[in-house]
């Protein structure tokens, strides 16, 4: 494989990535703004004032690590799926995959383009935030990098997604019937300490709760799981999937015939 | 040195639609060949399988030595492609979609502004370099296809279709631009339903046919085994019944037109020196169809008429 090939390529995909994300700012960047002030405002100022507090902190600053870890993942997945399954819906992906990049490039570089929009919606959720609490980072290296796995999580089963999808209603199942219960279910809003114990032992099999918890653990210093496990997790998962977006980029599924 | 080797190619389709069924070619470097064949014929799928969009059934491909299963990143470094349909992506400027392909094939950003800015200028698209690509024109797109496929300068060239859509004038300007690059070393393959495009423009031509090659010869080759012509004569006077010519057969299209098809033993000196005594005379006469046009049918007819056999001319 050539290496300088390589590069070259994936800067072009994460450019292309970029360009895309600011050209279409009204639709990537303003949405998750207003949602996430939304939040803030009903459930930090008006309900949260009567909830008082969860494990010692104010509710605003609960769920502040929480919303933007579901702001990181649900932008992340939406970046690379709605880029690829559009490439791929208009054809233009051909111009990729007649390219001489490897298949990990093309990979890489959307899954990079993922994670950055992911980043730039998160820093700005975050600075929406600090106009409702006050936010100290306890952990920064854990907060960047469950932030950065998550992040890549997200943005591989995106890709994947887009390698299945057939038409632009494909795209929004997997969001709509898995991410968005996941993510509510993944103690965003709640320590799972409140929940019977049942339901308890249910929540340790979502994996998106050891996301939010390990990135409020890097921010706020505490946590409902193991960070550890989370990191086994995360990494788990990023490396899971990355094997299968390579094996589907080989075998053609989806994109040749 | 070949440019393109096939060898025995086979593809059948997930749905049991057997496109290929074991095409042979080969494409000498720095030739100018033609794949011509019927809609539906195989052309477009053996061009996927050649860059590698299409997965093969069977068979084998070298594009310059390189073996699409051994060394497919080196092959397809050898490559360019305008595909038939357009795969644009429409939202992106005519600028970006070029920088964008050569930074897929490793260009530094310096080189690949460089070619960006030659080939949309060759391509007479510079000045529409910032506009979005959905804004031109069916031909413009065309021509954008073309400038992306050039940009890393590849030493095999496959146009499929390249020219449809496109007016007469630029069409033109595109073929003079395509013999001049053709002249400078690249190998092109051309697909086209535009049978003088073809005669135009190409050295060498194959017809495919049912997933199969049928002829593949130098065009000069290939259009000496055309036995019979037919032209059309505008006629200076009207007349109300054909002529009966020895060696031709006439036809009358109308009072001031008349249809002549002439075979390889008789010349057209003969054909006017028989309308003169008759009393005819000529102001101007014209192919009724291409030559190449008039091959291409008969080998396909005749083929459907005897599958079993190699089709005469």
Same mark, same amino acid.
């Given at each position: 494989?050539?290496?300088?090939?390589?590069?070259?390529? $994936?800067?072009?995909?994460?450019?292309?990535?970029?360009?895309?994300?600011?050209?279409? !700012?009204?639709?990537?960047?303003?949405?998750?703004?207003?949602?996430?002030?939304?939040?803030?405002?009903?459930?930090?100022?008006?309900?949260?004032?009567?909830?008082?507090?969860?494990?010692?902190?104010?509710?605003?600053?609960?769920?502040?690590?929480?919303?933007? $870890?579901?702001?990181?993942?649900?932008?992340?997945?939406?970046?690379?799926?709605?880029?690829?399954?559009?490439?791929?819906?208009?054809?233009?992906?051909?111009?990729?995959?007649?390219?001489?990049?490897?298949?990990?490039?093309?990979?890489?570089?959307?899954?990079?383009?993922?994670?950055?929009?992911?980043?730039?919606?998160?820093?700005?959720?975050?600075?929406?935030?600090?106009?409702?609490?006050?936010?100290?980072?306890?952990?920064?290296?854990?907060? *960047?990098?469950?932030?950065?796995?998550?992040? *890549?999580?997200?943005?591989?089963?995106?890709?994947?997604?887009?390698?299945?999808?057939?038409?632009?209603?494909?795209?929004? *199942?997997?969001?709509?019937?898995?991410?968005?219960?996941?993510?509510?279910?993944?103690?965003?809003?709640?320590?799972?300490?409140?929940?019977?114990?049942? !339901?308890?032992?249910?929540?340790?099999?979502?994996?998106?709760?050891? $996301?939010?918890?390990?990135?409020?653990?890097?921010?706020?210093?505490?946590?409902?799981?193991?960070?550890?496990?989370?990191?086994?997790?995360?990494?788990?998962?990023?490396?899971?999937?990355?094997?299968?977006?390579?094996?589907? $980029?080989?075998?053609?599924?989806?994109?040749?015939? | 040195?070949?440019?393109?080797?096939?060898?025995?190619?086979?593809?059948?389709?997930?749905?049991?639609?057997?496109?290929?069924?074991?095409?042979?070619?080969?494409?000498?470097?720095?030739?100018?060949?033609?794949?011509?064949?019927?809609?539906?014929?195989?052309?477009?799928?053996?061009?996927?399988?050649?860059?590698?969009?299409?997965?093969?059934?069977?068979?084998?491909?070298?594009?310059?030595?390189?073996?699409?299963?051994?060394?497919?990143?080196?092959?397809?470094?050898?490559?360019?492609?305008?595909?038939?349909?357009?795969?644009?992506? =429409? &939202?992106?400027?005519?600028?970006?979609?070029?920088?964008?392909?050569?930074?897929?094939?490793?260009?530094?950003?310096?080189?690949?502004?460089?070619?960006?800015?030659?080939?949309?200028?060759?391509?007479?698209? &510079?000045?529409?370099?910032?506009?979005?690509?959905?804004?031109?024109?069916?031909?413009?797109?065309?021509?954008?296809?073309?400038?992306?496929?050039?940009?890393?300068?590849?030493?095999?060239?496959?146009?499929?279709?390249?020219?449809?859509?496109?007016?007469?004038?630029?069409?033109?300007?595109? &073929?003079?631009?395509?013999?001049?690059?053709?002249?400078?070393?690249?190998?092109?393959?051309?697909?086209?339903?535009?049978?003088?495009?073809?005669?135009?423009?190409?050295?060498?031509?194959?017809?495919?046919?049912?997933?199969?090659?049928?002829?593949?010869?130098?065009?000069?080759?290939?259009?000496?085994?055309?036995?019979?012509?037919?032209?059309?004569?505008?006629?200076?006077?009207?007349?109300?019944?054909?002529?009966?010519?020895?060696?031709?057969?006439?036809?009358?299209?109308?009072? =001031?037109?008349?249809?002549?098809?002439?075979?390889?033993?008789?010349?057209?000196?003969? =054909?006017?020196?028989?309308?003169?005594?008759?009393?005819?005379?000529?102001?101007?006469?014209?192919?009724?169809?291409?030559?190449?046009?008039?091959?291409? =049918?008969?080998?396909?007819?005749?083929?459907?008429?005897?599958?079993?056999?190699?089709?005469?001319?």
């Amino acid at each position: 494989m050539n290496l300088s090939l390589n590069l070259i390529a $994936m800067q072009t995909i994460v450019r292309k990535e970029v360009v895309r994300v600011l050209r279409i !700012w009204v639709q990537t960047i303003v949405p998750p703004a207003i949602t996430m002030t939304l939040y803030f405002i009903i459930f930090g100022n008006l309900i949260g004032d009567r909830i008082g507090t969860m494990d010692g902190f104010d509710y605003m600053q609960y769920i502040a690590p929480g919303l933007i $870890m579901m702001s990181v993942i649900t932008n992340s997945y939406g970046n690379v799926v709605s880029s690829f399954f559009a490439a791929k819906f208009g054809r233009h992906v051909e111009e990729m995959l007649i390219s001489p990049m490897a298949n990990a490039s093309i990979v890489i570089g959307h899954v990079a383009g993922g994670v950055l929009r992911g980043i730039l919606v998160g820093t700005l959720v975050t600075v929406i935030a600090l106009f409702f609490t006050d936010l100290r980072v306890e952990h920064p290296l854990v907060t *960047i990098s469950v932030l950065l796995l998550s992040s *890549i999580v997200f943005s591989l089963t995106g890709f994947i997604n887009a390698v299945f999808a057939r038409k632009f209603d494909d795209i929004s *199942i997997i969001p709509t019937f898995v991410l968005t219960p996941l993510t509510y279910l993944g103690g965003v809003f709640y320590s799972i300490s409140l929940l019977p114990e049942f !339901w308890q032992t249910l929540s340790l099999a979502n994996p998106i709760l050891y $996301m939010v918890n390990a990135f409020r653990y890097g921010i706020l210093g505490k946590a409902d799981i193991s960070i550890a496990v989370a990191y086994g997790i995360l990494i788990f998962f990023s490396v899971l999937l990355f094997t299968v977006c390579l094996a589907l $980029m080989r075998r053609g599924i989806g994109i040749r015939e | 040195m070949t440019a393109l080797v096939i060898k025995n190619l086979m593809k059948t389709y997930a749905n049991g639609n057997v496109a290929l069924q074991g095409v042979d070619l080969v494409v000498e470097a720095g030739d100018f060949h033609a794949l011509l064949g019927p809609n539906g014929a195989g052309k477009t799928t053996a061009i996927g399988i050649v860059t590698s969009l299409v997965n093969k059934s069977g068979g084998d491909v070298e594009v310059f030595g390189h073996n699409i299963d051994t060394d497919l990143e080196a092959a397809k470094s050898c490559i360019g492609l305008v595909p038939q349909e357009i795969n644009l992506n =429409l &939202w992106d400027s005519v600028q970006n979609i070029v920088l964008n392909q050569a930074g897929y094939y490793g260009l530094p950003r310096r080189l690949a502004q460089q070619r960006t800015e030659k080939y949309l200028q060759a391509m007479r698209l &510079w000045d529409r370099r910032k506009q979005a690509a959905r804004s031109l024109s069916g031909g413009m797109k065309r021509r954008l296809m073309i400038a992306r496929a050039l940009v890393h300068e590849p030493k095999l060239l496959i146009l499929d279709e390249p020219t449809a859509g496109v007016d007469i004038e630029i069409r033109r300007s595109m &073929w003079d631009y395509l013999r001049e690059i053709n002249a400078a070393g690249t190998t092109i393959i051309l697909t086209t339903h535009n049978l003088e495009e073809a005669e135009s423009l190409c050295r060498h031509v194959a017809i495919i046919d049912e997933g199969a090659i049928i002829e593949d010869a130098p065009m000069k080759t290939v259009l000496r085994k055309l036995q019979r012509e037919v032209f059309v004569l505008s006629l200076e006077e009207p007349i109300t019944v054909a002529p009966t010519l020895d060696g031709f057969e006439t036809k009358l299209l109308d009072s =001031l037109e008349l249809e002549v098809a002439k075979g390889p033993a008789h010349n057209l000196n003969e =054909l006017f020196a028989q309308l003169a005594r008759c009393n005819i005379r000529v102001l101007s006469l014209r192919n009724k169809a291409n030559r190449l046009e008039e091959l291409f =049918l008969r080998l396909v007819e005749n083929k459907d008429a005897n599958p079993q056999g190699t089709a005469a001319p």
